[in-house]
């Protein structure tokens, strides 16, 4: 028989009664949902870095415009840059697992990326790149207001802590989103995670540490 999310949460010792309540926010309107609109409308038109030149699609965002859970990875793949959405190849997949795993779905969450452009050869964007779209993405946070933010990969949490610091010391430690002093988490991406197997293990354990931060502080997301 196939597990279900909650066959997941069980087994981690995770009482997740209160999960739907903290995660999703299901009011009707959003009033982030106009100023994102233009945002994206303006994104898909952006010539500010090299990026720009090869890129097939922007790939903006997409998700629930009024989640409290908001993702953000490094930068579009090819797939990506194909479709014009974020995580929809293998790494896509794997994230599914992920938010399925904390029972969540991706029609739950917001996902997003630190650039809106494919890098040449999937390599990971450079300093000038991620600062071109760096206004670009504290817009969204703002729009979306996020209760806790999850950061997949290195890249994504070098631009938004500041730091040059690895994995391993950045991982199960909260950090805090500055002005909005939003909690802040950091997760090995997805395609990481697909190239190095074993670390699925230290996943498993993030994911734990997440929720239990989740439910200890309800970080305001009722």
């Known amino acids: 028989m196939r597990k279900t999310r909650f066959d997941y949460l069980k087994e981690m010792n995770i009482d997740i009664r209160w999960l739907s309540r903290a995660i999703n926010n299901n009011s009707s309107s959003s009033p982030g949902k106009n100023s994102l609109a233009t945002l ?47 995580f929809v190849g293998r ?41 071109s779209c760096s206004d670009y993405l504290n817009q969204q946070i703002q729009s979306i207001n996020p209760s806790i933010i999850i950061l997949l990969g290195k890249v994504a949490a070098n631009r938004m802590l500041g730091t040059d610091e690895s994995m391993s010391e950045l991982r199960q430690v909260i950090f805090n989103h500055q002005p909005s002093n939003t909690p802040m988490i950091v997760f090995y991406h997805p395609a990481y995670l697909l190239r190095s197997p074993l670390q699925k293990k230290q996943m498993w354990a993030d994911i734990k540490f997440t929720l239990q931060y989740i439910k200890e502080n309800d970080c305001s997301i009722n």
Do not use: W
């Not at 629930?64 to 930068?75: F, Q, R, T, Y």
């Not at 029972?103 to 809106?116: A, E, F, H, L, P």
């Open 40 to 86: 994206q409308n303006e994104v898909s038109e952006c010539n500010k870095c090299m990026l720009a030149s090869a890129r097939d699609k922007v790939v903006f965002g997409s998700g629930n415009l009024d989640s409290k859970l908001m993702i953000i990875g490094e930068a579009p793949g090819k797939d990506e840059d194909l479709m014009g959405e974020p």
């Open 91 to 131: 790494a896509g997949k794997l994230l599914d697992e992920i938010l399925f795993s904390m029972g969540v779905t991706r029609d739950d969450v917001y996902i997003t990326n630190t650039v809106k452009c494919r890098p040449p050869q999937n390599r990971n964007p450079f300093h000038e790149e991620i600062e």
